[in-house]
């Protein structure tokens, strides 16, 4: 958010960039994504309330779905970086940015060491999915999937103690305001997926606000009433961005665009990612009884570094009860904690921290069901008594998959 890596805060006369991105126009428009954002969502604002979950909701390791399957233009097998990378280059605005004189500078920086940056694409890889998962279910910029790289460097845990935090580099009050848990327990700020709900749904509104993916990263950098007043009180320049922003908002626009025009086109700029290949994020629920991190990586099969990749909220290394239901796991620890969760005595008590909302008059007659804020795909299948499963092949979903208010889930076949 306020907050730009060290090594990009140089001194660049925003007048001098703003020339040099002439060549920028307004939003372009792309064709909806059919991708299916790999997530369960999770309501922001979260109430604690106690659900008794019966037997028959199935969270086996069998029911946990790779992000292949998810998406039908991706023949089976491990997902690899040119997949990914071209699902972004689609969604991904040309504008003709690539080719200003100030990006093609950036760029050739960027890829001056190509194996450095190979190795650091391929460390993002698995954020960088998840994260563009979301980009794509809301039809968004690609450009938008590549905030974090420019925020943490995608890690969930940068490693910074000050007044940003996470994946995203909310603070506090931003967080806050965007419905984000902070307390001395647990700050969402530093939980993958809390964050990237946030913060995807907060670009999405600073899109929605400026039409314009540079002014809404710009908003984003430098916040959106100084984007506005700079726009109000002072006339657009030829690039159609205003010219009295601070001058490391402009570089943190430029570092986003030269990235996104190297991502977009690996290959131009000497980067083979054709043999990169990594593990996807699945969201599975939190195993009851561990209340530390320790615990909950030996649990997992993770290093607790590996773990804090993704879940680095728990403040203190404890977990508190009522801390959110759900884990961002690579697969491999995600099946490892369903089938302890498969196998545990203790399945009739789950504590979930959902919004309740009212149930339907008449659960043995419906049909279909009217997602509201708070609801998720296990709270469902519980509410008409199915198995999770079941619920996902009716409605051709995988456990990864986002519902949102106003959704209508069947119940039955169709």
Known sequence: MKHF???????????????????????????????STPSIEISADISTSTLSLPSSVDITAASITPTPAL?????????????VLRRLRAQLVDDGNCRTVAIEREVRGLARRPDALKLKIERALPLLEYVLAAVEQRNLPGQFALVPWAESGFRADPGNRGSVQGLWQFTESTGRAHGLRIDRRYDGRRAAI???????????????????????????????FRVARAIRNHPLNAAGLPATLAPHSYVYLQKISALACILGDAQRHGLDT????FEPLVEVPRPLGINSARELARTSALTLAELLNYNAAFADGSIPSNAPPTLLLPERAARAVASIEANSSDLDEVHLDIQVTASPANTDQATDHLVT??????????????????????????????????????????
């Not at 749904?201 to 606000?209: I, K, M, R, T, V």
């Not at 054709?274 to 290949?277: K, N, Q, R, S």
């Not at 198995?387 to 959704?407: A, F, M, T, Y």
């Open 5 to 35: 890596c060290q090594d990009c805060l140089v001194t660049l006369p925003s007048l001098m960039f703003a020339l040099v991105l002439s060549g920028c126009s307004g939003l372009a428009s792309r064709p909806n994504s059919s991708y």
């Open 274 to 277: 054709a043999t990169l290949t």
């Open 71 to 83: 998406n039908p233009t991706i023949e089976g097998g491990a997902p690899t970086a040119p997949n």
């Open 373 to 414: 804020r708070g609801d998720n795909l296990w709270r469902i299948a519980r509410l008409y008594r199915l198995k999770l499963r079941d619920l996902l092949r009716i409605n051709n979903l995988s456990p990864r998959s986002v519902i949102r208010p106003g959704q209508r889930i069947r119940i039955v076949p169709d």
């Open 194 to 224: 809390d964050s990237t709900l946030a913060a995807v749904e907060h670009l999405e509104a600073l899109q929605q606000e400026f039409s314009d993916w540079r002014l809404a990263l710009l908003a984003y950098n430098a916040g959106a």
